[in-house]
């Protein structure tokens, strides 16, 4: 049974930056698709950032530039390194690891931006 693990978020000032981790277990990890996805309060979960195991990286309009997902297959864990942080990235933070068929979720993280 795949379990993710994500310690880590917080609260951080507007401009400042954060690192998430997500450790992932009971698998093969550098076989899944893994993600960050994120849900404000009122909104819909959305995707922020996906990587494949071969490193290959997609990201949404709103973060491309600022955010940057990356994964080590060795330590079986990926990141997501949040700079220049803006009050709208305040949401419950979520990592998921996507195999056809199969999607398992972490138990989110808040993160915070507010000065």
């Known amino acids: 049974q795949v379990q993710l693990v994500e310690p880590g978020g917080g609260l951080v000032q507007p401009g400042g930056s954060l690192r998430l981790s997500c450790a992932f277990s009971?698998?093969?990890?550098?076989?899944?698709?893994m993600g960050w996805y994120r849900q404000a309060p009122g909104k819909q979960r959305e995707l922020v950032a996906v990587?494949?195991?071969?490193?290959?990286?997609n990201y949404a309009d709103s973060v491309k530039g600022r955010f940057t997902i990356s994964r080590d297959n060795a330590k079986n864990t990926v990141y997501l390194q949040m700079n220049s942080l803006k009050h709208e990235d305040t949401a419950v933070y979520y990592c998921?690891?996507?195999?056809?068929?199969?999607?398992?979720w972490g138990q989110g993280t808040q993160v915070t931006v507010s000065s």
């Open positions: 990587i494949t195991g071969g490193g290959t990286t």
């Open positions: 009971g698998s093969i990890f550098s076989i899944y698709v």
């Open positions: 998921k690891a996507d195999l056809v068929g199969h999607n398992y």
